[in-house]
Nanobody
Framework: QVQLVESGGGSVQVGGSLTLSCGAPADTYNCLGWFRQAPGKEREGVAAISRPGSKYYADFVRGRFIISRDNTKNILYLQMNNLKPEDTAMYYC????????????????WGHGTQVNVSS
């Protein structure tokens, strides 16, 4: 079993920044990613990064968020800049062993989430 634990969530004003982190076995799984889900909404992919470092972003975060991974420390990061109210959601980190994308079907392991609240 693998254990994924997110941290770094909190409350921020519109335009502010937060950085999320997740302990993950970076060298074991090809793809590490971030997903989010707001109340009453479907889960959506945010960003993903492969072991070699290829990055994939949802259109609604491209240019604002940066995904990165520290394979030595086994930590996945999501730098969230210029936050908007619609970014309010529970954010989950996930890991998968195959194809890397922001499609959740390729991820087998999930954390329990960290809440991000963006107020206007």
């Amino acid at each position: 079993q693998v254990q994924l634990v997110e941290s770094g969530g909190g409350s921020v004003q519109v335009g502010g920044s937060l950085t999320l982190s997740c302990g993950a076995p970076a060298d074991t799984y090809n793809c590490l990613g971030w997903f989010r889900q707001a109340p009453g909404k479907e889960r959506e992919g945010v960003a993903a990064i492969s072991r070699p470092g290829s990055k994939y972003y949802a259109d609604f975060v491209r240019g604002r968020f940066i995904i990165s991974r520290d394979n030595t420390k086994n930590i996945l990061y999501l730098q969230m800049n210029n936050l908007k109210p619609e970014d309010t959601a529970m954010y989950y980190c996930a890991a998968g062993g195959g194809r890397c994308s922001i499609d959740s079907k390729y991820f087998a392991y999930w954390g329990h989430g960290t809440q991000v609240n963006v107020s206007s």
